[in-house]
């Protein structure tokens, strides 16, 4: 589960993926009964919209998912936003699923931070995870459903402009997310 800023990008970036078998947008961090988008809106409930997304590791590693999610997906050192978004709902979070995970995610920080990758500190969160809640219908998949938006070709589009330049050996050109970016051209 990874959490960094509105989950409609993240999830089309990560569906480009070849490997990855589903990406799910929706949200981790707190409870169930408030996993829905007009309270998770609020920055109260706990919640960071996040993806699940779930892939074959003979064909993708965890570190690849590591290097697009640091170098691609969000910026690690914005605290609690994310380009226009605003609010712990969009913070850069890890929710691992066990100890190697986490232990992966903190090398490959330490290793961002040791290289000076960014100029500013990473503030990445790692949790455990606790629980995941897909979001409502109409945020799945947004990204291919209404890639006219101002939001999406303003703040989303240019993400899987950049995956497709940084990791062109990583990218499934038959992914939907591709399809949109072939139409653009």
């Known amino acids: 589960m990874l959490a960094g800023g509105c989950f409609w990008g993240m999830q089309a970036v990560f569906e480009s993926l070849r490997g990855v078998t589903r990406v799910v947008a929706g949200f981790s961090g707190g409870e169930p009964d408030t996993a829905h988008y007009e309270m998770v809106s609020t920055g109260t409930t706990g919640h960071a919209e996040s993806v699940d997304v779930t892939y074959d590791p003979s064909k993708i590693s965890f570190e690849d998912l590591l290097d697009v999610y640091f170098l691609v997906a969000h910026d690690p050192t914005e605290l609690n936003r994310q380009g226009p978004d605003e609010g712990t709902q969009y913070r850069s979070e890890i929710f691992y699923t066990s100890a ?66 940084r990791f062109p050996g990583l990218v499934n050109q038959d992914a939907a997310p591709m399809h949109v970016i072939a139409a653009l051209h």
Do not use: C, M, W
């Not at 090398?107 to 629980?131: C, D, F, N």
């Not at 897909?134 to 938006?149: C, K, T």
């Not at 101002?150 to 703040?155: D, F, G, K, Q």
């Open 100 to 165: 190697t995970q986490r232990a992966q995610a903190q090398a490959y920080i330490a290793s961002l931070e040791k290289r000076h990758v960014y100029a500013g500190a990473i503030v990445t969160q790692l949790a455990p995870l606790a629980g995941f809640y897909p979001a409502e219908s109409y945020h799945q998949d947004y990204l291919v459903h209404n890639s006219d938006s101002p939001y999406i070709v303003y703040n989303d589009l240019p993400k899987l402009r950049a995956l497709r330049q």
